[in-house]
């Protein structure tokens, strides 16, 4: 196998699209074409300010790094959600890497800001852990772009994910969620705009580019993440992969590009504020509030809050770095 830019020994065979390339030409191959990703589908502006919600695993941190390289000013933003010593990891590792590299880091601790972290949440919300998990992450990342005037919000989500989100929604057939998906979702008033610069690469290309670039990141999984539809789904396109490289790509961009837009697009749902946050919701509280009010209601109950206690949905995320 030899390096289809110098000829020299190939480090990483990228099997999806028929070529192999050695360590250097890897990685300014991953670096440009991330960069066509943000320009074709105009997901950033040049140099923009952007947050990056960044776990400490090698898809958020390696998002991270491409970005500074791309000359973004890129700001990460880290959940501490209380799952043990899993989240206690995840932190170091993402402050280990924003020190390293002189990059500001915003945290916010859910356990510090609302009194209960992810397993507790998940008990008394009456929700999975990951149901509860991913309400809050969607909220408070938006809600920390929005306060500190951020435009967009990247997400290291990589073509693995996406396919599996699509092989899901197919599986369980919903016409809103299948308009839903994509690469870029456009600002609103009061909703930061969210875009997925790694979609197009198989999380094995993008652990390639984390591993050559020698970058430091959490390879324990979230002891939630065990059994969860998405790994089983992953799989199965996985095995499809093998036979037929190129699969999931073709896959993800064939429904993007030529089913997607024949979808009737969503009537366009009224948002209006949430009577607690202020934030976007169709309802008039938004789920997020409704989740924390329901869980200061059974904490009270079972003595673990005071009767005072009074859910408050701002949160002031802690500058490291
Ligand atoms: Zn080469
Ligand atoms: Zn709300």
């Known amino acids: 196998m030899v390096c289809k830019v110098c000829r020299g020994k190939a480090q990483v065979e990228v099997k999806s699209r028929g070529f192999a390339l050695c360590k250097e030409h890897y990685l300014e191959w991953f670096v440009k074409e991330t960069e066509r990703a943000i320009r074709r589908h105009r997901m950033l502006h040049p140099g923009e300010r952007v947050l990056v919600a960044v776990s400490g695993g090698k898809d958020s941190l390696a998002l991270w790094d491409?970005?500074?390289?791309?000359?973004?000013?890129?700001?990460?933003?880290?959940?501490?959600?209380?799952?043990?010593?899993?989240?206690?990891?995840?932190?170091?590792?993402?402050?280990?890497?924003?020190?390293?590299?002189?990059?500001?880091?915003?945290?916010?601790?859910?356990?510090?800001?609302?009194?209960?972290?992810?397993p507790e949440l998940a008990e008394l919300s009456g929700r999975v852990a990951c149901s509860a998990c991913g309400l809050s992450k969607r909220?408070?990342?938006n809600q920390v772009a929005v306060e500190e005037g951020f435009r967009v919000v990247a997400t290291g989500h990589n073509l693995d994910d996406?396919?599996?989100?699509?092989?899901?929604?197919?599986?369980?057939?919903?016409?809103?969620?299948?308009?839903?998906?994509?690469?870029?979702?456009?600002?609103?008033?009061?909703?930061?705009?969210?875009?997925?610069?790694?979609?197009?690469?198989?999380?094995?290309?993008?652990?390639s580019y984390t591993l050559l670039r020698g970058i430091r990141y959490l390879h324990e999984e979230c002891p939630n993440a065990k059994g969860?539809?998405?790994?089983?789904?992953?799989?199965?396109?996985?095995?499809?992969?093998?036979?037929?490289?190129?699969?999931?790509?073709?896959?993800?961009?064939?429904?993007?590009?030529?089913?997607?837009?024949?979808?009737?697009?969503?009537?366009?749902?009224a948002l209006r504020e949430c009577e607690r946050c202020g934030y976007p919701t169709t309802g008039a509280i938004c789920s997020f509030c409704r989740m924390w009010e329901s869980v200061y209601r059974r904490a009270k109950r079972r003595h673990l809050l005071p009767e005072e206690a009074q859910f408050q949905p701002r949160v002031e995320p802690v500058r490291v770095g």
């Open 162 to 207: 996406e396919a599996a989100v699509l092989f899901g929604n197919l599986l369980n057939p919903q016409e809103d969620a299948l308009v839903r998906q994509g690469p870029v979702l456009p600002e609103k008033p009061g909703l930061a705009a969210r875009v997925k610069p790694f979609y197009r690469f198989s999380e094995r290309e993008v652990l």
């Open 228 to 269: 969860a539809k998405s790994l089983l789904y992953k799989e199965a396109l996985n095995r499809v992969e093998k036979e037929m490289p190129g699969a999931k790509l073709r896959f993800l961009e064939g429904f993007l590009e030529k089913i997607q837009p024949r979808l009737k697009a969503e009537e366009e749902v």
């Open 139 to 141: 909220y408070i990342i």
């Open 66 to 118: 491409v970005l500074h390289r791309l000359g973004y000013e890129a700001v990460g933003l880290h959940l501490e959600l209380g799952i043990g010593a899993y989240s206690r990891r995840s932190l170091e590792v993402t402050q280990a890497f924003a020190k390293e590299r002189g990059l500001p880091l915003l945290v916010v601790d859910l356990k510090e800001a609302y009194g209960f972290g992810v």
